[in-house]
């Protein structure tokens, strides 16, 4: 069963329409990666999947309607929202009574685990904890739901590169199974590049790409060109170009790799990159226009 | 009954179902107590400076007192009692007041709406257990703090007394304090419902306005009454709010010039109470107004 299902979703606030038309298919056991702009829609769109907005369209999660049941959902759905703060008049080990008290799928042994591998202090209320260690504390009880999907909204926003790379590490490695999905939207791309399995990137309330990791290094190579073989490659249209220490580094779509190597250096390009190259901008350029 | 299906009203499905929400409920109860102590510490604080306003003007007064006819000293020493129940009454009507004003928009004002919206908990659970502070736990706050109040003040009378046992035997002969407490008790268990639907209008606010909960919750009421007074020259609005808030203590006692039992000045009349068209109009409204909040917060994020 498809975990995600969504036929031409749509969400406008007022005139501002933030999901224009998406259609989506996310299978069990992936990791999906979506990417885009601030303000192209990524946030609405998970939104919508967590039953928090209404929406226009079709849209099943673990094949219920997320708007009508979202109840019966948040028992198989956990999620870490980009504005998400744990109360701060909250104790840790309240928050973990609590969440104990109410989640029929929260494991507080599990929770306990991962608490104990951090440097929280359990008597600690969370307005005292640094922003990393409430993060920390937020993933452990997320972690100890046995949820069927997971949706992390820039879930390390703020944090610092430590914390990033152990919570990334945290989540593939004591979470992840095949029989879960995660739904995770972030700004830092090249930190979750080798975590995901699928990648979707969004753009003005559409999306402008979706692929798996492994569709991805079939189909997009950069190639920093040799000089004398510029005009040859520009000949295979690549989908972008740019200039790195006054080498041309093109980035193609679907273009036999072995033609390519004979024109220069070949690598697959980073997320970032592809993301550049498809949206147009630079990451961000959404919000200023 | 095989040949029926297996339906939603099985009760091996809804027995579980209920346990659940039942204990959603009690740790959503908790967690209201957690964050908003001042459900504690208010009365408390105001319980201790009645007790030091007690204990000073008894300290200056006993010996005057004690010289008057037994009579009119018994009602001189029991007016404190009555006056701090009053004042703990009172002050339980503000906190609740105020916390029912917070208790939707505290949780979006910092955000934390969304983690509790992660939790499946629904939005009517949620403000069921909030309504349940004003309606349920304060009254038994208030009342537990007012008896042990009361107790303290008699242990202190009891104290000044000491060398004299006839006054001491007529202090407890004459102090009705089991009747005043069940007396007590009974208002409190009266104004709940009366009460309701103030407490559910404050919950809607608290859950739709975006700030400035207080102004929005009085000022259309304010309105309303001036235009009342104003453009058709009738007081409606005024008897409206005076009914409210204090139409209980006249529905729920018994004035008759019977005597009230065990001491007290008017005795309870609870199927009056029970049969007052105003009392249950206004748990129809307090519904309507709770439901409300509830789908208000199924719609809101945070500020």
Not at chain 1, 2 to 10: D, M, S, T, V, Y
Not at chain 1, 124 to 152: F, N, P, Y
Not at chain 1, 227 to 236: K, T
Not at chain 1, 271 to 284: K, R, Y
Request: charge should be neutral.
């Amino acid at each position: 069963m498809a975990c995600i299902e969504a036929h031409g979703l749509r969400k406008a606030f007022g005139k501002a329409i933030a999901l224009d038309g998406v259609d989506l298919l996310v299978e069990t056991g992936r990791i999906l990666g979506i990417v885009g702009p601030n303000g192209a829609g990524k946030t609405t769109a998970l939104n919508a999947m967590l039953g928090l907005i209404s929406y226009e369209g079709d849209l099943k999660v673990l094949g219920r309607d997320p708007w009508r049941e979202r109840d019966q959902l948040m028992r198989d759905v956990a999620f870490i929202a980009d504005i998400a703060l744990l109360p701060r008049w909250m104790g840790v080990s309240q928050a973990l009574d609590y969440v104990a008290g109410v989640h029929p799928r929260f494991d507080r042994a599990k929770a306990e685990v991962l608490l104990a591998k951090t440097t929280i202090n359990r008597g600690s209320w969370i307005g005292d904890l640094s922003k990393g260690m409430v993060t920390q504390l937020h993933l452990a009880l997320v972690m100890a739901i046995d949820a069927k999907l997971l949706v992390l909204d820039e879930p390390t926003l703020g944090l610092d590169i430590l914390f990033r790379k152990q919570f990334y590490d945290t989540l593939l490695n004591d979470y992840f199974d095949h029989n879960r999905t995660i739904v995770v939207t972030t700004h830092q791309v090249e930190e979750i590049e080798n975590v995901l399995t699928d990648l979707m990137i969004i753009d003005r309330g559409r999306i402008v790409l979706s692929c798996s990791m492994e569709e991805f290094e079939m189909r997009f190579v950069e190639v920093m060109v040799h000089p004398e073989q510029v005009d040859a490659a520009r000949s295979l249209k690549p989908i972008y170009e740019r200039q790195v220490f006054g080498r041309a580094i093109l980035l193609f779509d679907g273009v036999d790799h072995d033609r390519l190597a004979a024109l220069g250096e070949v690598r697959t390009p980073g997320i970032a990159d592809l993301f550049v190259a498809v949206s147009g901008g630079l990451p961000g350029a959404g919000a200023a226009r | 009954m095989s040949t029926l299906p297996e339906s939603a009203l099985d009760p091996r499905r809804i027995a579980p179902a209920v346990a659940l929400a039942a204990r959603q409920v009690y740790w959503s109860v908790r967690r209201e107590l957690w964050e908003d102590r001042f459900i504690f510490i208010a009365p408390l604080t105001v319980a201790a400076i009645v007790l030091a306003g007690f204990v000073l003007s008894t300290s200056y007064s006993i010996t005057e007192v004690l010289k008057l006819p037994p009579a009119l000293r018994q009602d001189i020493i029991e007016k404190p009692y009555d006056l701090a129940a009053f004042a703990m009454m009172v002050t339980g009507f503000f906190v609740a007041a105020f916390y029912c004003l917070d208790a939707l928009h505290s949780e979006r004002r910092d955000h934390s709406i969304l983690f509790w919206k992660s939790l499946p908990v629904s939005d009517l659970a949620t403000v069921l257990s909030k309504a349940a502070i004003p309606l349920v736990i304060l009254p038994l706050v208030v009342f537990a703090i007012t008896v042990t109040l009361q107790l303290t003040m008699l242990l202190f009378n009891w104290v000044m007394m000491l060398g004299d046992s006839r006054n001491i035997a007529a202090l407890w002969n004459h102090m009705p304090l089991l009747g005043k407490s069940l007396w007590f008790l009974y208002g409190l268990a009266a104004i709940s419902p009366w009460y309701a639907p103030i407490y559910g209008w404050l919950m809607m606010i608290s859950g739709w306005a975006r700030r400035a909960t207080l102004l929005w919750a009085v000022l259309p009421v304010i309105v309303v009454g001036v235009l009342d007074r104003l453009v058709s020259d009738t007081s409606h609005v005024q008897y409206f709010l005076q009914y409210r808030f204090f139409g209980w203590y006249a529905e729920a006692f018994d004035f008759k010039p019977h005597g009230g039992h065990l001491g007290l000045p008017v005795a309870v009349d609870p199927l009056k109470f029970l049969s007052t068209p105003g009392m249950w109009l206004g748990l129809a409204f307090a519904a309507g107004f709770f439901v409300a909040a509830a789908r208000l917060r199924r719609y809101r994020g945070p500020l």
